[in-house]
């Protein structure tokens, strides 16, 4: 059973920066369809970034050229870099993951998560 852990969320200033680290354990991180979610007060839960099939991620437009992801199979980790951080950023900010399907493309759910991280932007 995989386990994730994030870790980096905390207060930032309308226009910073932060970094946030996902940690795989109980298993290969390469084995694994990885991505970032986030959930706002009053929201639905939505995919930040995602794995579409063997390392091609995609974003959601709205942190296309502020945030991006990378990921290192040696450290089991799942990096997401988040730069002009906008209020409307202000989530709870979860790793989740599911195992590759058997032709290298991920399923429609993930089913494995963390217990998420807080990032809060002030304006």
């Known amino acids: 059973q995989v386990q994730l852990v994030e870790t980096g969320g905390g207060p930032v200033h309308s226009g910073g920066s932060l970094i946030l680290e996902c940690k795989v354990y109980?298993?290969?991180?390469?084995?694994?369809?990885l991505g970032w979610y986030r959930r706002a007060p009053g929201k639905e839960r939505e995919g930040v970034v995602e794995?579409?099939?063997?390392?091609?991620?995609n974003y959601v437009d709205s942190v296309k050229g502020r945030f991006t992801v990378s990921q290192d199979n040696t450290k089991n980790t799942l990096t997401l870099q988040m730069t002009k951080l906008k209020p409307e950023d202000t989530a709870m900010y979860y790793c989740?993951?599911?195992?590759?399907?058997?032709?290298?493309?991920?399923?429609?759910?993930?089913?494995?998560w963390g217990q998420g991280t807080q990032v809060t932007v002030s304006s």
């Open positions: 794995t579409i099939k063997d390392g091609l991620m």
């Open positions: 109980g298993d290969t991180a390469r084995n694994y369809c």
């Open positions: 989740a993951a599911a195992r590759y399907l058997p032709l290298g493309g991920c399923p429609y759910e993930y089913n494995f």
